[in-house]
């Protein structure tokens, strides 16, 4: 089941146009638009635009993965042959949720470019803070887990995948507001608190949960 989600993602575009358009976005602002962010304009070799930048493309990107894990099985009508089969629907969910999951890792891992450019940058080189980059990617890496979820979530109340994107958006853009910005904070300081880790995985799993008693309770009626 795992594998099939996977590649769903990888046999059409969607995944590569989320992908490259994540990426790109943060090529420009960190190299070519000029703000705040721009690593050329401040003249030093850090990476804190990286980390600042990436979980508000973040709230885009989960949504826009997730967004079909559940609207489109329904509207198409396959959500009822995949049921059809003997596999369980927490096993289901939890596949459809470890596909997306892996993705948004997969879309992460080419930021480590720009630290080693960063650190190639650098004078003397190497003078650049590896502690905090390898904190603040772990960091991303449970805020996705958390984005995933909710965005997963979203999808299983609605048919549309618009609108499924449009409520994962916004249900991650209001949690970020109001409590994971500061767990995010604190690990992209090199701080690895097990609170801020179990406070993030703790909204992945009970996200989970709710969509498989979503789905059970939609399959009731």
């Given at each position: 089941?795992?594998?099939?989600?996977?590649?769903?993602?990888?046999?059409?575009?969607?995944?590569?146009?989320?992908?490259?358009?994540?990426?790109?976005?943060?090529?420009?602002?960190?190299?070519?638009?000029?703000?705040?962010?721009?690593?050329?304009?401040?003249?030093?070799a850090?990476?804190?635009?990286?980390?600042?930048?990436?979980p508000?493309?973040?709230?885009?990107?989960?949504p826009?993965?997730?967004?079909?894990?559940?609207?489109?099985?329904?509207?198409?009508g396959?959500?009822?042959?995949l049921?059809?089969?003997?596999i369980?629907?927490?096993?289901?969910?939890?596949?459809?949720?470890m596909?997306?999951?892996l993705?948004?890792?997969?879309?992460?891992?080419?930021?480590v470019?720009?630290?080693?450019?960063?650190?190639?940058?650098?004078?003397?080189?190497?003078?650049?803070?590896?502690?905090q980059?390898?904190?603040?990617?772990?960091?991303?890496?449970?805020?996705?887990?958390?984005?995933?979820?909710?965005?997963?979530?979203?999808?299983?109340?609605?048919?549309?995948?618009?609108?499924?994107?449009?409520?994962?958006?916004?249900?991650?853009?209001?949690?970020?507001?109001?409590?994971?910005?500061d767990?995010?904070?604190?690990?992209?300081?090199?701080?690895?608190?097990?609170r801020?880790?179990?406070f993030?995985?703790?909204?992945?799993?009970?996200?989970?949960?709710?969509?498989?008693?979503?789905?059970?309770?939609a399959?009731r009626?």
């Amino acid at each position: 089941m795992f594998r099939k989600e996977l590649s769903y993602y990888f046999s059409t575009p969607v995944a590569y146009i989320v992908i490259g358009l994540f990426l790109l976005a943060i090529s420009l602002l960190l190299w070519v638009i000029p703000g705040q962010w721009n690593v050329i304009e401040s003249g030093y070799a850090q990476v804190d635009g990286l980390f600042q930048i990436s979980p508000w493309l973040l709230m885009l990107v989960c949504p826009a993965l997730t967004m079909r894990l559940f609207a489109e099985e329904r509207q198409t009508g396959t959500w009822t042959l995949l049921r059809a089969q003997p596999i369980p629907l927490w096993r289901i969910v939890v596949s459809k949720y470890m596909a997306a999951f892996l993705l948004t890792i997969i879309a992460l891992l080419p930021c480590v470019v720009h630290y080693f450019i960063l650190y190639y940058m650098a004078e003397p080189i190497g003078n650049i803070d590896s502690g905090q980059f390898v904190g603040s990617m772990m960091g991303l890496i449970f805020l996705s887990a958390s984005f995933t979820g909710i965005g997963m979530l979203c999808s299983t109340f609605t048919r549309s995948q618009l609108v499924a994107f449009i409520l994962g958006a916004t249900s991650c853009f209001t949690l970020f507001w109001l409590t994971l910005q500061d767990h995010y904070s604190s690990i992209s300081r090199g701080v690895l608190d097990m609170r801020d880790v179990v406070f993030f995985l703790s909204v992945a799993i009970a996200a989970i949960i709710i969509s498989i008693l979503i789905m059970n309770r939609a399959e009731r009626r």
